[in-house]
């Protein structure tokens, strides 16, 4: 009887022992999953969060999803044959786009009335960090601040409360405090970002503190590979990034 292919060892780099470990685990992980699943995406992520990409994973409890250590990836689908022969024929076609923080997806969950819809409709948004450009602009409104700092009616929202006007000023907004309330000083409110701004510390924490979540997590899937006709398919935002 013939031996399996994973059945041989196969040296991937460097590691500790518990490196290695890891290492030969994800190996053979994605080596299995080439040969069970009938479709593997390669995915790239915009604003990762684990929380989100926690829901990513239960939402797809069928499939197998892999992220980080691309090199390793890489091989187990076939990148130097000399090192491991490919699972499943044509898979290594997607080696190429696994450049930078990107993913695998294998599942048997068809791309153009499944996945594909699915990343392209779900973009969970949550509070941003610094150094991430702002999807929006965003400015208080002069006079009583509330809450949600205009961002709902004032009858559904309620004032902020007096003891964060200390900080308000910390972050260098012009505020006062009148009977109890905290009041934003002028005629025209204060501007936090425009839309495209990259943000700092400062501006995060006033977002955040007003309740107003600008950072959408987005997963793009850049190409993907088909058992049934083992090739390879990239997607418009996959031609878009090999091209830059």
Same mark, same amino acid.
């Given at each position: 009887?013939?031996? #399996? ?31 069970? %699943?009938? %479709?593997?995406?390669?995915?790239? =992520? ?18 197998? $999803? ?7 990836? #890489? ?5 130097n044959p000399s090192r491991a /022969?490919? /699972? ?5 076609? *997607? ?7 990107? @993913? ?11 996945? $594909? /819809? ?6 969970? $948004? !949550? %509070? ?8 929006? &602009?965003?400015?208080?409104? /002069?006079? =009583? ?8 009616? =004032?009858?559904?929202?309620?004032? $902020?409360?007096?003891? *964060? ?8 907004? &012009?505020?006062?405090?009148?009977? @109890?309330?905290?009041? *934003? +000083?002028?005629?025209?409110? %204060?501007? =936090? ?17 007003? @309740?107003?979540?600008? !950072? +959408? ?8 590979? !088909? ?17 830059e």
């Open positions: 009887m013939p031996k #399996s292919k994973r059945a041989k060892v196969i040296h991937l780099t460097k590691t500790t022992k518990k490196g290695k470990e890891s290492t030969e685990k994800l190996f053979t992980a994605v080596q299995e999953a080439a040969e069970k %699943y009938a %479709y593997c995406y390669v995915f790239s =992520v915009d604003n990762m969060r684990n929380n989100h990409l926690k829901e990513v994973r239960s939402e797809l409890a069928d499939s197998r $999803l892999f992220f980080g250590k691309t090199k390793v990836m #890489s091989i187990a689908l076939g990148a /022969p490919e /699972p499943t024929s044509g898979i290594s076609a *997607l080696c190429p786009h696994l450049i930078g923080s990107v @993913g695998l997806l294998f599942t048997s969950r068809p791309p153009a009335i499944d996945i $594909l /819809p699915f990343f392209t409709d779900w973009t969970p $948004l !949550s %509070y941003a960090r610094a150094g991430t450009p702002a999807s929006r &602009s965003f400015a208080l409104p /002069p006079g =009583v601040l509330y809450s949600r700092g205009g961002e709902v009616p =004032v009858e559904d929202d309620v004032p $902020l409360a007096a003891s *964060l006007e200390p900080t308000l000023r910390k972050w260098g907004l &012009s505020t006062r405090l009148v009977k @109890g309330r905290v009041e *934003l +000083e002028g005629e025209e409110g %204060y501007k =936090v970002c425009d839309e495209g701004e990259v943000l700092d510390s400062r501006q995060t924490a006033i977002l955040k503190q007003f @309740g107003v979540q600008t !950072s +959408e997590f987005r997963v793009r899937i850049k190409a993907y590979w !088909s058992a049934a006709t083992g090739e390879v398919t990239v997607t418009d935002e996959g031609a878009e990034e090999m091209q």
